[in-house]
């Protein structure tokens, strides 16, 4: 386990880590005034899920945990890929 | 194993003099032992209410007409009986009371891993509870939704929706931190030698619960949350007049509430194992089948939610994919049932109470199963979908089966739990008059949706009277045989303490140490050497 390795992030990179969330908010509201149809959603959710693998990496230290943690996260998060792939059962062919 | 024997006996937990005492010695302690308790006791509390309820509904249905209640009462009726029973009382069901008891005992640890974090959940729990009874009597009345809260009634309806809403929300926290508390204390808390695979079968099922709870229960916060900000600010998440999806509500709601079934049924399942292990007195058949379909039961569990949306409008491929899926479900359980029974084969049986119980369970829990097997074929289902089938299929797996698992737990464990024993003449007296009780009462709701009889009415045509009636005779019976059941557990037999410590000869951890267990439930934490049901003397 990770008792004894700590990692310790720079204030560099959290600052670099909020600029980016900073910055792909703005273009979450900036993408909303670009006519993309039905993408406009999938941009949208291109961008959260961006901002949310960033928080995941750096601000809760994901990327220098175990593989144990990376590997339990990805495996949630595929679950929850198949729950959206299924639901698109429905809405893509209602 | 080694190690955790008792040559002289601790005070027990609930001697234990800590640093609060009375009252407050329960309210704030933070022992997983009396905060299952705790959970055992409020829960037993809303269980009872909720029967009450049920009893009510049952007398305004035993004969055509208005009976005993307005049509608006008997919803309000029928939402809090629902409310109560699934969000109260089955859903923390066992996991939080046998859970929160024997996770730590039966892996040889001192606690969970977070014991404050599991007060807080038992606070949490009463705190949800406390705002839904607040709903009821507070606004325009009770909300008459039904339990499921669909858009766009509830968007809707005058009555007290909000307030119940936030007091699911509130309760969703409390499992999210329980399964968590689960997660971890299963994880790092094990005894030295207990690899994953010589863990006992209830900590398996404990253990994807858990994961269920983690997982699938902030998806439902989220979509309670959504309804609050579509009642209150009007932004129409599920309207279809400002572009939403009342569909929408439906699958987000079920995407928990299916795998909930699972948290329900889950841990009964792991405490059958347990018993029929223990009183066929043989090792179980298949220990590793067992303990991957668990797991296998809680992820398929997770992809078969649109079963209960047949008849909403959603497509035709969504609804064969759902259905297809929800037959894998049955593999898994169908596993379970087999191992049961295999390793009741040539066993040498103890016909205890805990054991009946445990048959009780099986044979309302396969028919449960079969006719959930109507429900999950389209085909079928869209005849039966709102009627009474459903409610007396439900009743067959959650009253049926995780209810039933429940009381055969509680006669199982109970010497453990408070170092008394029961009165089993009496206690097989009762079940055998529930049991009697249960399948009169539900039985006839089969008949009745296949007749056409619809779900949620006050009222019915003449035609549905018989069945009905008898329905009503079975509640009353299944009453008798839980006030028995109940006012026998309330009267424990004085016995000798060597009849309390292990009177089933269980092998698992929790039977090696004293009954009732020590504040830190082992005076050495013990080495396991074998596993979990190996005849080992």
């Known amino acids: ?94 | 194993m080694s190690g955790n024997t008792s040559t002289h006996r601790m005070p027990s937990y609930l001697e234990y003099k800590g640093r609060y005492r009375g009252l407050a010695g329960w309210l704030l302690s933070t022992d997983h032992k009396r905060i299952a308790l705790l959970y055992l006791y409020s829960q037993t509390f809303f269980f009872l209410a909720g029967v009450v309820m049920g009893i009510f509904m049952k007398l305004e249905l035993i004969a055509p007409g208005q009976q005993l209640m307005q049509a608006s009462t008997y919803n309000a009726l029928f939402t809090v009986h629902g409310l109560t029973m699934i969000f109260l009382f089955i859903i923390p069901g066992l996991a939080a009371s046998f859970g929160n008891f024997f996770i730590p005992l039966m892996i040889g640890a001192k606690d969970v891993a977070f014991p404050k974090l599991n007060l807080f959940s038992w606070y949490l729990f009463i705190g949800g509870a406390c705002i839904i009874l607040l709903g009821m009597f507070t606004g325009d009345g009770p909300p008459d939704t039904g339990w499921t809260f669909y858009a766009p009634y509830s968007l809707r309806t005058n009555t007290n929706v909000v307030l119940s809403v936030l007091g699911a929300f509130v309760l969703g926290f409390s499992s999210v931190l329980t399964g968590l508390n689960f997660i971890v204390t299963i994880h790092r808390m094990r005894a030295p030698g207990m690899g994953f695979f010589r863990m006992p079968l209830f900590i398996w099922a404990m253990y994807g619960t858990s994961w269920i709870q983690l997982l699938a229960t902030p998806v439902v916060g989220i979509t309670l949350v959504m309804v609050i900000f579509d009642r209150i600010m009007g932004i129409g998440f599920f309207d279809p007049a400002k572009g939403g999806d009342p569909i929408l509500y439906q699958h987000l709601f079920w995407i928990y509430s299916h795998p909930a079934v699972y948290i329900m049924i889950l841990p009964a399942m792991g405490a059958i194992t347990e018993i029929v292990t223990t009183f066929s007195r043989r090792v179980v058949f298949g220990y590793k089948a067992i303990a991957m379909s668990s797991l296998a039961i809680a992820f398929v569990g997770y992809l078969v939610w649109g079963h209960h949306m047949f008849t909403s409008g959603m497509s035709e491929t969504a609804r064969l994919v759902f259905s297809l899926l929800t037959f894998l479900v049955a593999i898994p359980s169908a596993i379970k049932v087999f191992n049961w029974s295999a390793t009741m084969y040539k066993g040498s049986l103890d016909l205890q109470p805990p054991f009946w119980w445990a048959m009780a369970f099986m044979f309302v829990f396969m028919i449960g199963g079969l006719t959930g097997l109507v429900l999950g074929s389209v085909a079928t289902d869209v005849h039966v979908h709102d009627t009474m089938f459903v409610v007396a299929h439900f009743h067959y797996i959650v009253f049926g089966g995780a209810g039933l698992a429940f009381f055969a737990a509680l006669h199982y464990w109970y010497p453990k739990m408070w170092g008394k024993m029961y009165n089993k003449r009496v206690a097989n007296i009762g079940l055998l008059i529930l049991f009697i009780g249960f399948n009169t009462l539900y039985f006839p709701m089969f008949i009745l949706g296949i007749m056409g009889m619809p779900r949620r009415y006050y009222d019915y045509l003449p035609q549905f009277a018989t069945p009905n009636f008898i329905s009503t005779i079975g509640s009353w019976i299944l009453g008798v045989g839980l006030l028995i059941v109940i006012v026998n557990l309330l009267r424990p037999k004085k016995v000798s303490q060597e009849e309390i410590d292990n009177p089933w000869q269980g092998r698992t951890l929790e039977w090696k140490v004293q009954s009732p267990p020590s504040l830190e439930n082992f005076e050495e934490i013990p080495v396991v050497e074998h596993g979990p049901y190996d005849l080992v003397k």
Not at chain 1, 34 to 54: C, D, H, P, R, Y
Not at chain 1, 65 to 83: H, Q, S
């Open chain 1, 1 to 94: 386990m990770s008792e004894n390795k700590t990692h310790i992030s720079s204030y560099g990179s959290h600052l670099l880590v909020l600029a980016s969330l900073i910055a792909l908010t703005i273009v979450t509201v900036a993408i909303t005034s670009v006519q993309l149809g039905a993408f406009n959603t999938t941009a949208a959710m291109i961008i959260a899920s961006t901002k949310a693998a960033i928080v995941l990496l750096y601000f809760m230290h994901l990327k220098f945990d175990d593989k144990i943690f990376r590997f339990m996260v990805t495996l949630v998060l595929l679950i929850y890929a198949v729950v959206i792939i299924i639901t698109f059962f429905d809405y893509l062919y209602r």
